[in-house]
């Protein structure tokens, strides 16, 4: 949030720099992420005083003014277009020389009359961004003074705070910081904050009910007659532009600016609007409040299904019982805490209103403005939780401004307040506060802390052995001002008390304590070894979301069911949470064969899934291929034996890559496979389908392979057994063989190992030709006592090629 430094020393008497206070609150209690002076450069403009005006003779929009500034040309000859000068005002002049955002002013000739100066505007001050009219000053200002002195946010600095929820029902305005300044100077708050107390002066056309009592803790409604609706006083419109509001007109204007000063939010609505508004049940409603003698009713109540009301924005919006709603009765006002309705806002004409100041459910009001997208200044602080005493602190000050700057006249006052909140008491025991800091702050300046926070505080004497007197405090009972929600503990005040005190006065100690080394994180570092071994191979590792959108769904074929839907997603792309690996590194796939030809990837990460209807989550790893070379299936293959290479780095072999039962709606069934080691299935490996691919705009074969990263720890072997080395040969024997079409190769696998027996210890494949579904085997075979003969060879390949031949119907290539 925008702070103005010049109000901040307004309220708090402060006398230290911009840059000091910044550096005061970032070391004690905010974080400050930006100070800049404001950026209206008025060097070299001065106080002018119209003198003459007569027309241009060569224009006929044009006027040429005689300006008094008091400088060396004392009178100025000015050339202006704007309609709105007269003689006797007062206005910002810009001399020859001056410079401004628009350039340097310089002395020229327009339509064959010099004009030697600027009349300025608000926007060619960088006051604002209105170019209307000239800027006129108040009658006061004096002719030939820089006019940055009667411009009150022309010589100002912004501080921009970083509020956290803890402290937004506080912070967030600037009493809050200003009182926050004091009490780091050490200096009494002399705001009159106790002081605003509201007037027992009941209204006597307003009646206030509120319907639900948890939604709403208090409503405070007054009534304001004899308004004049007009633009605001320059000091005003200076406070609401530096702090990032654009002023409206002044009743507008004076709720926003109490908003900034206290913190409360507040609402004006025209009187005769709310009391006429609707025509449903208005004769009925008419009749109530004459038998009732108001002339009008303010209904705060849940909103009914499918309500509609139009905003402020000129939005329209369907609500639910949900949404918190203020009425006259029966048609909707305001959207409770975030925005009034457009039907009920003030005009021009609005001569009487009702001043609404509010204190809503904070859960509620985040509910609502998150499900709607409705983003305000008045939701944002709503929902950080407020004081509901703070409602007449700022009624009352808005109801002062307005009698300044409007006119007005209170009639009455219609406050609500069920369930009043009175302070608390905390009790803070002085040993343990000295103990939790790790140093002893004398006891006067602790008091002397929680006094300036505007904490009462009493000490306790605990009780003595009989015959002694104990005259050593032990604890003390603090009573916490309600403006102070965030304390409710003696931990809160002995964090409130340690910032202020100040925690580089903590004298470091080196920590009696044994030291134990960091319990090793079994699944990191399990994670880790695949990360080492894929980067080992080529690989480059991929971060995603955790979230897609129904367009995926309908790209890949995944059903809707098997996803959890987010309630509120940041955009329609975010829509599910992550329930398939293989959505986002298919749009990585895309993204990257933007720029590279071949492509090696991984991600780690959760997916999310409904197991027994119960929400689930499991550790998976996902990789992609795409070859430089395409071809039909070496990029499976290819990708299978990486898969083989990386369980290997867990001693897992012998790994199984048997068929997958069901169909799946990405893989090609002719180049997919389960991943089964130890009889447990850890994934798959396959090439995704072409019209997958198509979906995503790859135009090379892709293939994935997915494993359960907790099935695998599972399986995997955590300490390698010794084998020694074989002192005996291995003999390869090859076969060539043209396989039927559904056979797959994990059969002929089961096949050779069963037929061959112990004197088989590998088998591999070396080629494979599609167009005529040929394969080529290497058969590793060795004894662990002996070296093989060849006779003991050539018996077991006689037995493995009739098998091939009887079981599996194989033409064995000679």
């Known amino acids: 949030m925008k702070y103005s430094y010049n109000w901040l020393k307004e309220l708090s008497d402060t006398k230290l720099s911009p840059e000091k206070a910044a550096e005061l609150l970032t070391m004690h209690s905010f974080e400050i992420e930006g100070l800049e002076k404001n950026n ?3 060097d070299g403009v001065v106080v002018g005083e119209i003198l003459e005006i007569t027309k241009h003779p060569n224009a006929d929009k044009l006027q040429i003014a005689t300006v008094e500034t008091r400088h060396a040309s004392s009178r100025l000859q000015i050339v202006c277009g704007a309609p709105n000068i007269a003689v006797g005002q007062k206005v910002p002049v810009a001399v020859v020389g001056t410079k401004l955002s628009g350039g340097e002013i310089k002395e020229a000739e327009i339509r064959g009359v010099k004009s030697f100066g600027m009349l300025c505007a608000e926007d060619e001050l960088g006051l604002g961004e209105s170019h209307a009219g000239i800027l006129i000053l108040d009658k006061k200002a004096k002719v030939g003074e820089p006019v940055a002195k009667y411009l009150g946010g022309a010589d100002d600095s912004v501080l921009e705070i970083k509020v956290l929820p803890d402290r937004a029902h506080d912070i967030l305005s600037h009493v809050g910081v200003a009182r926050e300044l004091s009490v780091l100077e050490k200096k009494k708050f002399s705001y009159a904050f106790n002081e605003l107390i509201l007037p027992t002066k009941k209204s006597q056309k307003l009646k206030v009910e509120i319907k639900d009592k948890d939604l709403c803790k208090r409503y405070v409604g007054v009534v304001m007659e004899n308004i004049t609706i007009k633009e605001s006083p320059r000091w005003l419109k200076d406070r609401l532009e530096i702090c990032g509001l654009r002023p409206i007109n002044n009743v507008v204007d004076a709720t926003n600016y109490v908003m900034l000063e206290l913190g409360q939010p507040l609402h004006a609505f025209d009187m005769e609007k709310v009391s006429s508004q609707g025509t449903r049940n208005k004769e009925q409603e008419t009749n ?11 209904i705060v109540r849940r909103a009914k299904n499918n309500e509609m009301l139009t905003l402020l924005d000129d939005s329209k919006i369907k609500l639910n019982e949900s949404n918190l709603l203020i ?14 309705g457009k039907d009920s806002g003030i005009s021009e004409n609005t001569k009487t209103i009702v001043l609404e100041a509010a204190s809503f459910d904070a859960v509620n009001i985040r509910r609502t403005r998150t499900v709607l997208g409705l983003n305000t200044d008045s939701s944002y602080r709503f929902e950080k939780d407020l004081d509901p005493n703070l409602t007449e602190k700022a009624m009352v000050r808005v109801i002062d401004i307005l009698e300044h700057i409007a006119g007005g006249k209170i009639e009455g006052i219609a406050d609500i307040y069920p369930k009043k909140i009175s302070p608390w008491t905390v009790r803070l025991d002085l040993e343990y506060a000295n103990q939790l800091l790790g140093e002893n702050v004398p006891l006067k300046e602790l008091v002397s802390i929680l006094n300036l926070l505007g904490i009462h505080t009493k000490y306790q004497i605990p009780a003595s052995p009989a015959g002694r007197q104990n005259t050593k405090y032990s604890a003390i009972a603090c009573t916490i001002p309600t403006y102070r929600l965030d304390l409710r503990t003696q ?28 319990k090793l994180n079994e699944q990191v570092f399990f994670e880790r070894i695949i990360q080492d071994k894929l980067t080992g191979l080529g690989f480059d590792e991929m971060y995603n979301y955790s979230f897609y959108g129904a367009d995926d769904l309908k790209k890949t074929g995944f059903s809707e069911s098997e996803h959890l839907e987010l309630a509120n997603p940041m955009n329609p792309d975010q829509q599910f949470v992550r329930a398939k690996m293989t959505v986002n590194i298919l749009k990585n796939v895309r993204e990257n064969l933007k720029n590279f030809s071949c492509i090696s990837i991984f991600e780690i990460g959760k997916r999310y899934m409904l197991k027994n209807g119960e929400p689930a989550e499991e550790r998976n790893l996902i990789l992609a291929k795409v070859l430089e070379k ?8 290819n990708l299978k034996g990486t898969t083989e290479d990386l369980l290997e780095a867990f001693n897992i072999k012998n790994t199984q890559f048997l068929e997958i039962e069901k169909s799946s709606t990405i893989l090609n069934p002719g180049r997919s496979a389960k991943i089964v080691v130890g009889g447990k299935a850890v994934g798959f490996v396959g090439e995704v389908s072409q019209m997958v691919c198509a979906n995503y705009k790859i135009s090379k074969h892709l293939a994935i392979a997915e494993i359960n990263l907790e099935v695998l720890r599972d399986v995997a072997k955590n300490t390698l057994e010794y084998q020694p080395i074989n002192k005996f040969p291995v003999v390869s024997r090859d076969i060539s063989m043209i396989v039927p079409k559904d056979i797959k190769y994990a059969q002929i696998e089961t096949l050779v190992k069963k037929t061959g027996g112990e004197l088989v210890n590998n088998i591999l494949l070396f080629d494979r030709f599609e167009a005529k579904n040929s394969m080529a085997i290497r058969i590793e075979m060795s004894a662990k006592d002996r070296t093989l003969e060849s006779a003991e060879i050539d018996a077991v390949m006689e037995k493995i090629i009739p098998r091939l031949k009887n079981d599996l119907s194989v033409e064995v290539r000679k």
């Open 288 to 298: 109530k409040l004459q038998n009732s003698k108001f002339k009008a009713q303010i």
């Open 491 to 518: 931990e809160d005040l002995i964090e409130d008390i340690g910032r202020i005190w100040g925690y580089e006065k903590i004298v470091p100690r080196p920590m009696i304590a044994e030291v134990l080394p960091a």
């Open 630 to 637: 395409d071809s039909n299936s070496e990029t499976f293959y």
């Open 327 to 340: 009425t006259n009765g029966d048609d909707a006002l305001a959207l409770a805490g975030i925005m009034g």
């Open 40 to 42: 209206a450069s008025l």
